[in-house]
């Protein structure tokens, strides 16, 4: 077995999983899309033919296992989406030939996943989550046998942004406040095709929404935990995170421990709640998989993906260390929009974002991240509009991927 950071890491994620791999000295080897900025990073050794693992998963998992069997040691696999998570889940035996990593039990995954199933898994351990019900597209319904009080959220029963977009082009959920407007929205929503949940919604802002991520090793044992909260999403509600804080909120903290023994929880997993005005915590949702929250928590003091390294390679795990509350990450370009949408202080903003410790594709150690995929978006766009990846210079320097 190899020791330190000889083995690759072989991510499936972005630039926030990629960095905190980058920042424990461990070298990376990416499968991502053309013109994704892990492509360009300098902790990037090696770059993996893609392939959609909703599309065509047999061909991604073919070149995982053409790369691994190329390299002395088997490398460590992370992944990041809903689709890389069942990907290797359900793939599980055969890369377990050839690569190492942690994923919970397979039933398990399948249930936190598809949120139908999730709703079952929380009436089982009787967990804290707000009441929902199935809706078929193809089945006609009446509101009143929905049994929920609304307003209410309605979102995909599984997470897939590229199927959603036809029911909304923004966020990941929508807000319905009456009867009659479910009944007026239904038939867009038929149209799609995509199975739904609508849950109950708890009231409060985006800023009410904390999360509680962990590392259980095979033993059961927690190696490492942090909590944070969201500051702003885009669109304002039920988007996608634009900035997010470290916080030290036990009552999260201990909430998601039980959860995580009640279930037989191993691997990682970042649990949402949602904090009502009355201060109880609903469970949203449980994710066992990476997320972009762990480049932020690697900079706080907990570096979940390294700590997954050290034990899968062999290498000693680093001293714990209490994590620090109060750091923020942000994504830049979208945190700007959520705050010229919430009508806030842009002066105020870029003090802030100035100041904030994480910084999605932005960084000064490692800037061709950001500029080798710029330079891919702006190719895309001189062919479009020209038929052509004119000028020659440019296009060869993202060809370079920057190096």
Request: aromatic share 8%; hydrophobic share 40%.
């Amino acid at each position: 077995m190899a020791n330190g950071n000889s083995t690759l890491a072989c991510v499936l994620g972005d630039m926030d999983l990629v960095r905190p791999l980058g920042l424990a000295g461990i070298k990376c080897a990416v499968a991502v899309q053309p013109g994704a900025a892990p492509r360009y990073s300098r902790y990037t050794s090696h770059v993996i033919e893609w392939a959609s693992p909703w599309e065509n998963p047999n061909a991604l998992v073919d070149s995982l296992i053409d790369f691994a069997k190329t390299q002395s040691e088997r490398p460590v696999l992370f992944y990041e989406s809903d689709g890389e998570l069942l990907l290797v889940s359900r793939n599980r035996e055969r890369l377990g030939k050839y690569f190492r990593f942690v994923v919970a039990d397979a039933v398990l995954v399948e249930d936190l996943v598809d949120k139908e199933r999730f709703q079952k898994l929380a009436e089982k351990f009787s967990l804290p989550v707000p009441r929902a019900r199935h809706l078929q597209p193809h089945e006609p319904f009446k509101t009143e046998d929905l049994e929920l009080v609304f307003p209410i959220v309605v979102k995909p029963l599984t997470r897939r942004p590229e199927l959603w977009r036809s029911v909304t082009e923004l966020g990941k959920a929508l807000r319905v406040n009456t009867a009659e407007e479910l009944r007026q929205l239904w038939p867009r929503l038929a149209a799609s095709g995509i199975e739904l949940l609508a849950q109950e919604l708890i009231d409060g802002p985006e800023t009410q929404i904390e999360s509680y991520h962990v590392y259980i090793d095979d033993r059961g044992d927690i190696v490492g935990e942090f909590t944070g909260r969201k500051i702003r999403t885009y669109p304002l509600e039920h988007g996608d995170s634009t900035a997010l804080e470290t916080t030290d909120a036990g009552d999260v903290r201990e909430l998601g421990r039980t959860i995580s023994q009640q279930i037989g929880l191993r691997g990682v997993a970042k649990f949402d709640f949602k904090r009502s005005p009355d201060g109880k915590l609903f469970l949203l949702e449980i994710n066992p998989r990476f997320n972009l929250w762990h480049h932020l928590g690697a900079l706080a003091g907990a570096n979940l993906p390294a700590l997954v390294y050290n034990d899968l390679t062999g290498t000693s795990r680093s001293e714990s260390t209490n994590v620090r509350a109060g750091l923020s990450w942000t994504r830049v370009w979208q945190d700007a929009q959520a705050v010229h949408a919430a009508g806030q202080s842009m002066a105020q903003w870029l003090k802030w974002t100035s100041h904030c410790e994480a910084k999605r594709l932005l960084s000064w150690d490692d800037p061709m991240a950001f500029i080798g995929a710029a330079l891919w978006k702006l190719r895309d766009k001189l062919k479009s509009k020209f038929g052509t990846t004119s000028p020659k210079i440019l296009m060869n320097q993202v060809e370079m991927g920057g190096k």
